[in-house]
């Protein structure tokens, strides 16, 4: 942050404010909250989730999900990326907390993205607003939506509306398998193999092997910007910054995940290759820096919270899925750093149960907000390691139609 920046903050954000003061404070003097038990710490992330669903009843966005609470706006309209995503957290909260109501919430999540969709098979970026730029990621992440609405509630309106954005992503790409059109700072990024894992599932699931194509021809290029040290290049949101811990993490799962659906060892252990490099340098308490350069450097001072959260998952998911159980105590470790921040009897609705973006909580990423992504991944971490489950499930037709492991 430069001197321009700073002196900004106390008009942007009003820290003078006496709910956001004592936010402010909080981080300063260390608050730390005595951890519970997964299953209150779960069940308070996904009451934090339905009350970001709920303030958003009386809008025109009614059923997305708010992208969350800020000092800047408070709560922010219906985020279209982030939604998508938050089915799968909604279906597999609804069988572990036992709370079928749920799936509802997920049905209209699906149906507020369903009406959103564009005619040429992209959605929206952004708030979804009018005039709104798709972009290759967020239409990713609304397609991992539908496909947990086909193979988990069976609609099939669901998985055309896949295909169609699945077709889109393909018209897009370049011939190296690089997205540079449609991207959010017109910059190409490794972290879309998040996204790639969607397009692929849809072409497993709907028999398209154009996607399948497209997905591959992708996941190849992410493979050449891989360093020795598993650490991505060209992973930032700008070139010009390290990657936050976040998109680290996108990275990882999309590599880690559509190595699963293809039976590729390729893909997935570039993932453990990643994956383990950061474990190296996790801090003893579970704690990780918010970015970090070539080798594990780390290039600061505070943790991002979603990343931390995506780590923990990505290390349960790859002690399932290549055997690496000792990930799994690196998880945890992240887990029980990530419950000493979440208030869990703050008497703010905004922030009982939500995790902000950073810790301190002026970090720079999210500054001065609870997304509604970090309490996401940290419900599918949670749940993956008190059930030992994926969230979401692998497709079965998609592991089948697969085909027998390569490399």
């Not at 106390?10 to 956001?20: I, N, V």
């Not at 219906?78 to 995503?85: A, F, I, K, Q, V």
């Not at 070139?239 to 990275?251: G, V």
């Amino acid at each position: 942050m430069n001197l321009l920046d700073i002196a900004r903050l106390p008009l942007r954000y009003k820290p003078w404010r006496p709910r956001h003061l004592a936010l402010v404070w909080d981080s300063v003097r260390g608050t730390a909250t005595a951890q519970q038990s997964h299953e209150v710490h779960l069940a308070a992330t996904v009451d934090w989730l339905c009350r970001a669903q709920d303030v958003r009843d009386a809008e025109p966005d009614a059923g997305g999900v708010s992208a969350g609470w800020s000092f800047e706006d408070g709560w922010l309209p219906s985020y279209p990326e982030t939604t998508g995503y938050i089915v799968e957290t909604m279906l597999a909260a609804a069988e572990v907390l036992r709370r079928p109501e749920l799936r509802d919430r997920a049905q209209r999540m699906i149906d507020w993205e369903l009406s959103i969709q564009l005619p040429d098979g992209a959605f929206p970026g952004h708030f979804g607003e009018p005039g709104s730029r798709p972009v290759i990621f967020n239409t990713g992440q609304i397609m991992h939506g539908m496909i947990a609405g086909h193979t988990q509630l069976g609609r099939a309106e669901c998985l055309a509306a896949a295909v169609r954005a699945g077709h889109w992503l393909a018209d897009q790409q370049d011939d190296d398998g690089c997205w540079r059109r449609f991207e959010h700072h017109d910059t190409p990024h490794v972290y879309n193999t998040r996204a790639t894992w969607a397009l692929l599932a849809t072409g497993l699931v709907a028999d398209e092997p154009r996607l399948v194509r497209a997905a591959r021809k992708n996941l190849d290029w992410a493979l050449t910007q891989q360093t020795a040290s598993g650490w991505f290049a060209t992973n930032a949101f700008v070139p010009w910054r390290s990657p936050f811990t976040h998109t680290i993490a996108y990275a990882i799962r999309g590599l880690l995940e559509s190595g699963v659906l293809l039976g590729d060892a390729r893909y997935l252990d570039a993932a453990l290759k990643a994956a383990r490099g950061i474990a190296a340098v996790q801090r003893a308490d579970g704690w990780l820096a918010g970015t970090y350069r070539d080798a594990w450097v780390a290039d600061a001072s505070y943790a991002c919270l979603t990343g931390v959260a995506q780590m923990s998952l990505n290390w349960t998911r790859l002690a399932q899925a290549a055997g690496a159980d000792e990930l799994r105590v690196h998880a945890r470790s992240a887990l029980d750093y990530l419950k000493t921040v979440q208030r869990l009897d703050h008497p703010d609705p905004a922030v009982r149960g939500g995790i902000a973006g950073s810790a301190p909580i002026w970090g720079d990423y999210s500054r001065f907000e609870y997304p509604n992504w970090a309490a996401k991944f940290l419900a599918d971490a949670l749940m993956m390691d008190l059930r030992d489950i994926a969230v979401p499930p692998v497709p079965a037709v998609a592991a089948h139609a697969a085909g027998a492991p390569r490399g």
